[in-house]
C-alpha cells in the first residue's frame, strides 16, 4: 500500500518586518498553515510570512506601546502577509516606528482616549439592536455594529461620550451564547419529562445527541439543562429498542465529552466495546456519576411498556430522571441508560442501549474531543477514492452508500487504510440475483486492508466494517 526552537523574543529596536521570514522562529505545525491558508484564502508563503511576521509583532507590540506611552494609539495588521502598522498622535514617532521595522499611522485620538469612549458606552444600556462595540486602532474610532443607526446614535448621546470618537456599522448579527451538548447533563422535553443526553453525535452536517427512545418520540422538542431552546427528536425506537436522536439548533455545540461531575469533564475518543465483566461508569442528571461492571452483553429485558433486546446489564446504579444518559469506558463510548432495578442508595441495575446501533442505523457519526480525525492518507494510486468514519461494529457501504456495475470481466481491487490501533475490515459483494454474497475479503486484525479479485460482469459494492475501535478511513478501489 502506497503511504506517501521556541520563539525567539526580539528587542524592538531589531524589529524588522520583512515579505519573508527574517528571524528563526518556530515552525508552525502544518496543520496550522493549511488552516490559515484554506481559511483566508491565501498562497501557502503568504500564509508561512503571515504567521511569521505575527509572531514578531506579537512579541513586540508590548515594547512599542510603552515606547510610545500616552502618545500609542494602537497597533494591527495589513495584507496577506501581517504587515506590522504602529499608530501615533505624534508624527513626531515616525523616525523611530519605522526603525523598528513597522509603517506608522499618524491618527487624532490616543487608544488611552478612545478607551475611555468605550468604557463610557459599558456603562450605558444599550438597546436590543446595538449587537457590540469595541476599539478600533484601524479606524481610530470605536466601532458600534447595530441593525438601527439612528437608535444607535440615541445612546452613545445618552452616553455622554464624543460622538466624534465613534464609528457606526450596519450589523445583522444577532449574538447568542452557544452551549455544549455534553453526556449525562439534563434536558427537558415538550412533554414533561427530564432525561439525560447520552453523546453528541452528527448525520451529515447535522448536530445533534444521542439518548433514550422511550425519553420521547419522533417530533417531541427539547429545551437543555438551563431550559433554552435545543431541538427535536428525529430518531426514535422504544420498545424493540431503546435509542433515539435529537438533532440540535444552532445555539449547541459539541466538544465531545461527558459531563463526569464528580470526575471532571471527559474526552469522548471512541466507541469500542467493553466485554463482560469489564469497568464501566454512567453519567446521568439525576445520579450523577456512578461506574461498576458489565454483567452480560445482548440482553433481552421485559420492561411493562414492552421488551427492549439487544441491551448491556450492568452493575451501576441509576433512578429516573438518568434515562438516555452516558454510559463510558475510559474514553470510549458504550451507550445510553435504558432502564432497571434497585436505586443509588441501596444500589440496583441498569442496563444500556449499545451506542453502535443507532450510529449504523440512523447514519450517525460519534463527536470526539478534538472532533473527527481526518481520513488517513494513504491508497493512492487507485483510481476512485472514498472517505469516511466509522464507530465500533458500524459499516460502510462504498461508492457513496451504493453500487456499481462492471460490464465486462476483469480486476476489482480495493485498498482500506483505517486509524492506527483499529481493526477495519473491507469486503467486496456481488449481486446474485437475490441477495448480496461476498466474493473476496481483507479481514485481517489490522487497521489496512487489500482485495484482489477477478470476477464476470454484474454488480458490485464494499462493505467496509468496524470490527473494533473507531475513526476515519480511506477505501480506494480500481474496477474492470
Request: charged share 15%; hydrophobic share 35%.
Given at each position: 500500500m502506497l503511504r506517501t526552537p521556541a520563539l525567539i523574543a526580539i528587542a524592538i529596536g531589531a524589529l524588522v518586518m520583512t515579505a519573508t521570514p527574517a528571524v528563526a522562529t518556530a515552525k508552525p505545525p502544518s496543520g496550522v498553515v493549511d488552516a490559515v491558508q484554506r481559511d483566508l484564502g491565501i498562497t501557502k508563503e503568504q500564509a508561512l510570512n503571515r504567521l511569521a511576521n505575527e509572531a514578531r509583532g506579537?512579541?513586540?507590540?508590548?515594547?512599542?506601546?510603552?515606547?510610545?506611552?500616552?502618545?500609542?494609539?494602537?497597533?494591527?495588521?495589513?495584507?496577506?502577509?501581517?504587515?506590522?502598522?504602529?499608530?501615533?498622535?505624534?508624527?513626531?514617532?515616525?523616525?523611530?516606528i519605522t526603525r523598528a521595522g513597522a509603517r506608522a499611522a499618524i491618527v487624532p485620538r490616543s487608544f488611552a482616549q478612545l478607551s475611555a469612549v468605550k468604557e463610557g458606552l459599558d456603562r450605558t444600556a444599550p438597546p436590543g439592536t446595538v449587537h457590540s462595540w469595541a476599539v478600533s486602532p484601524r479606524d481610530n474610532?470605536?466601532?458600534?455594529?447595530?441593525?438601527?443607526?439612528?437608535?444607535?446614535?440615541?445612546?452613545?448621546?445618552?452616553?455622554?461620550?464624543?460622538?466624534?470618537?465613534?464609528?457606526?456599522?450596519?450589523?445583522?448579527?444577532?449574538?447568542?451564547?452557544?452551549?455544549?451538548?455534553?453526556?449525562g447533563d439534563a434536558y427537558y422535553t415538550s412533554e414533561g419529562y427530564r432525561c439525560s443526553v447520552g453523546f453528541a453525535a452528527r448525520r451529515g452536517t447535522q448536530l445533534g445527541f444521542t439518548t433514550a427512545g422511550h425519553c420521547g418520540s419522533?417530533?417531541?422538542?427539547?429545551?437543555?439543562?438551563?431550559?433554552?431552546?435545543?431541538?427535536?427528536?428525529?430518531?426514535?425506537?422504544?420498545?424493540?429498542?431503546?435509542?433515539?436522536?435529537?438533532?440540535?439548533n444552532s445555539n449547541w455545540t459539541a466538544p465531545g465529552v461527558v459531563n463526569g461531575y464528580s470526575a471532571g469533564i471527559l474526552p469522548?475518543?471512541?466507541?469500542?466495546?467493553?466485554?463482560?465483566?469489564?469497568?464501566?461508569?454512567?453519567?446521568?442528571?439525576?445520579?450523577?456519576?456512578h461506574c461498576g461492571t458489565v454483567t452480560a452483553l445482548n440482553s433481552t429485558v421485559n420492561y411493562?411498556?414492552?421488551?427492549?433486546?439487544?441491551?448491556?446489564?450492568?452493575?451501576?446504579?441509576?433512578?429516573?430522571?438518568?434515562?438516555?444518559g452516558s454510559f463510558i469506558s475510559g474514553d470510549q463510548a458504550q451507550g445510553m441508560t435504558s432502564g432497571g432495578s434497585g436505586n443509588c442508595s441501596v444500589g440496583?441495575?441498569?442496563?444500556?442501549?449499545?451506542?453502535?446501533?443507532?450510529?449504523?442505523?440512523g447514519g450517525l457519526t460519534l463527536v470526539t474531543a478534538g472532533g473527527t480525525d481526518p481520513p488517513p492518507p494513504g491508497c493512492q494510486g487507485y483510481e476512485e477514492?472514498?472517505?469516511?468514519?466509522?464507530?465500533?461494529?458500524?459499516?460502510?457501504?462504498?461508492?457513496?452508500?451504493?453500487?456499481?456495475?462492471?460490464?465486462?470481466?476483469?480486476?476489482?481491487?480495493?485498498?482500506?487504510?483505517?486509524?492506527s490501533g483499529v481493526d477495519f475490515d473491507v469486503y467486496l459483494q456481488k449481486w446474485n440475483g437475490s441477495t448480496w454474497s461476498v466474493v473476496a475479503r481483507g479481514d485481517s486484525p489490522n487497521p489496512d486492508e487489500t482485495?484482489?479479485?477477478s470476477g464476470t460482469s454484474g454488480y458490485y459494492r464494499y462493505r467496509v466494517h468496524a470490527y473494533s475501535g473507531s475513526g476515519s478511513y480511506t477505501l480506494g478501489l480500481n474496477r474492470p
Open positions: 506579537n512579541a513586540a507590540a508590548p515594547g512599542l506601546s510603552k515606547r510610545l506611552g500616552d502618545r500609542y494609539a494602537g497597533i494591527w495588521y495589513e495584507g496577506a502577509e501581517s504587515a506590522l502598522v504602529v499608530a501615533s498622535v505624534d508624527a513626531a514617532d515616525t523616525a523611530e474610532s470605536v466601532v458600534v455594529l447595530t441593525s438601527d443607526e439612528q437608535a444607535a446614535r440615541s445612546w452613545v448621546a445618552a452616553s455622554g461620550m464624543d460622538a466624534a470618537a465613534v464609528k457606526f456599522e450596519q450589523s445583522a448579527e444577532r449574538p447568542r451564547l452557544f452551549y455544549d451538548i455534553r453526556g419522533n417530533g417531541v422538542t427539547t429545551t437543555g439543562f438551563n431550559r433554552v431552546a435545543q431541538g427535536t427528536f428525529q430518531i426514535s425506537s422504544f420498545p424493540g429498542n431503546d435509542y433515539a436522536w435529537v438533532a440540535t469522548v475518543r471512541g466507541s469500542a466495546v467493553t466485554q463482560p465483566q469489564g469497568s464501566i461508569c454512567r453519567s446521568g442528571s439525576t445520579t450523577q456519576w411493562p411498556e414492552g421488551t427492549v433486546s439487544g441491551l448491556t446489564r450492568t452493575t451501576v446504579c441509576a433512578e429516573g430522571g438518568d434515562s438516555g440496583g441495575t441498569t442496563y444500556f442501549q449499545p451506542i453502535g446501533e443507532i450510529l449504523s442505523t477514492t472514498y472517505s469516511g468514519s466509522l464507530s465500533s461494529n458500524q459499516s460502510a457501504y462504498q461508492p457513496n452508500g451504493s453500487y456499481y456495475q462492471a460490464t465486462v470481466s476483469g480486476t476489482h481491487a480495493a485498498c482500506l487504510d483505517g486509524p482485495i484482489s479479485y
